[in-house]
C-alpha cells in the first residue's frame, strides 16, 4: 500500500491479489485516525484505520467488515524516511524536500505539466523504496521522473524517466508498462521493461489498434486484444 498525505486529505492505492489491478484511494486524516474510501469496479469500500506504534489497525468494511493491521515501512537505502515537502512557491520549479534520519536530500523538478504526486515503490526488487515523481497525470499519455534508491541517495534512471506514457509497475510480473495512446486514433501502445542485474531493459514495445482489431510486438509479430491487454 502506497499513502500520501496534503493537509487533512489523503490519496494512494494497494494491490490485492484476488483483483490484480491497483485499487484506489482517497480520504482524511484526522488526528489520530485514517478513513479512506476505496472503489472498485464492482463495489466501494471503507477503511478506518487508528494509529499504533508502528503502522496502524483498524477494518476494511464493505458487505462484511474484516480486521485490518498496516505496518508502516519507510525504508530507503538512506535509512528510514521521516517527512516529506513539496516546495511550490518558485513558478517555474518544484522543490521534492525528503528528510532521513541522518540528511536531507533534495530533487527539483523543472518540467512538471501538474503538481507533482510522488509514489514509493520497488521498482527494482532490491528490498528498498524507489520514488516515481508524476509530471502529468493524463491516464494514457502521462509523464514522470523515475528516481531508483541507491547509496549515494535517489539516482534518476534516465531510460525510464525518457519514456511518454503513464508508468505503471506489476508488482506480480515484476515489469514496468509505459500506457500511451495515439491523440488522433484508438491505437494504444505499450512500452515495457523488466529490470536485470539492477539495469532496467527494453523488452518489447508493442501496440493495438481497437479500429482494425490489429496489433504489433516490436519484432513485427502479430498481437491479440487478448495479448496486449494482459500486460
Not at 82 to 100: E, G, M, Q, T
Not at 216 to 224: A, P
Request: aromatic letters at 12%; hydrophobic letters at 30%.
Amino acid at each position: 500500500m502506497n499513502l500520501v498525505t496534503s493537509g487533512n486529505r489523503i490519496s494512494g492505492s494497494y494491490i490485492y491479489d484476488k483483483y490484480k489491478n491497483k485499487i484506489l484511494l482517497n480520504g482524511v486524516v484526522n488526528s489520530n485516525s485514517v478513513e479512506l474510501k476505496e472503489k472498485t469496479n464492482n463495489s466501494t469500500a471503507a477503511i478506518t484505520l487508528v494509529h499504533i506504534g508502528k503502522g496502524y489497525t483498524g477494518k476494511w468494511c464493505d458487505k462484511k467488515c474484516v480486521p485490518v493491521t498496516i505496518q508502516t515501512n519507510n525504508t530507503f537505502k538512506d535509512g528510514g524516511l521521516k517527512y516529506i515537502k513539496v516546495d511550490d512557491s518558485d513558478a517555474v520549479l518544484y522543490k521534492i524536500n525528503l528528510v532521513f534520519k541522518n540528511k536531507n536530500e533534495e530533487i527539483i523538478i523543472s518540467d512538471a505539466i501538474d503538481p507533482p504526486s510522488l509514489e514509493f515503490v520497488d521498482i527494482n526488487g532490491d528490498g528498498f523504496y524507489d520514488l516515481v515523481v508524476r509530471t502529468d497525470h493524463r491516464p494514457n499519455n502521462g509523464s514522470q521522473t523515475v528516481y531508483i534508491s541507491g547509496n549515494n541517495g535517489f539516482i534518476e534512471d534516465k531510460d525510464l524517466s525518457k519514456e511518454n506514457g503513464t508508468f505503471v509497475y506489476n508488482p506480480y510480473k515484476k515489469n514496468i508498462v509505459f500506457n500511451l495512446k495515439d491523440d488522433c486514433c484508438n491505437t494504444f501502445n505499450k512500452v515495457i521493461y523488466y529490470f536485470y542485474n539492477g539495469k532496467a531493459e527494453r523488452v518489447d514495445n508493442m501496440f493495438f489498434d481497437y479500429s482494425s482489431n490489429e496489433g504489433k510486438d516490436s519484432k513485427g509479430g502479430d498481437i491479440s486484444k487478448d495479448k496486449f491487454e494482459s500486460y
